[in-house]
């Protein structure tokens, strides 16, 4: 299994929205043949809050199967691209980043090519 954290971020929104559109992003992955899909947990509470297991919100944990990577993806490209409001997903996995905003063009299409080549080529042996 391949572990990938998603980092989702609303350009005009605050933390509410983006925990909305994270929100929406798991449920959607749910479709995906995945692994598993949860929020990653914070290493801190912030100041003030109760005691207790406390989550990012806006940011995803994902296990897959390395053949299914791709498709993940695209999944993001596709929500990421229906948001009325700017909105970007940081992809980390391996110690590679990628980040999916906006409408797919040529150049954002070669980067998460280049992506999936890192990620392939860092496959444990």
């Known amino acids: 299994m391949t572990e990938i954290i998603l980092q989702v971020e609303t350009l005009d929104s605050g933390p509410e ?3 909305e559109l994270a929100s929406s992003l798991r449920d959607q992955i749910k479709t995906l043949p995945i692994e598993s899909v949860q929020n990653l947990r914070a290493t801190a509470a912030p100041e003030g809050a109760r005691a ?10 994902v296990a897959l199967a390395p053949a299914g990577i791709k498709e993940l993806l695209q999944l993001i490209q596709a929500v990421v691209t229906r948001q ?3 909105a970007k997903v940081v992809v980390k996995c391996k110690g590679a980043e990628l980040t999916i905003e906006g409408p797919p063009d040529r150049q954002q299409l070669q980067l998460v090519s280049d992506f999936l080549d890192v990620i392939n080529s860092r496959r444990a042996p």
Do not use: N
Request: proline share 6%; aromatic share 12%; hydrophobic share 50%.
């Open 84 to 86: 009325k409001a700017p």
């Open 17 to 19: 929205r983006a925990a």
């Open 52 to 61: 207790g297991d406390v989550f990012s919100w806006s940011t995803l944990i």
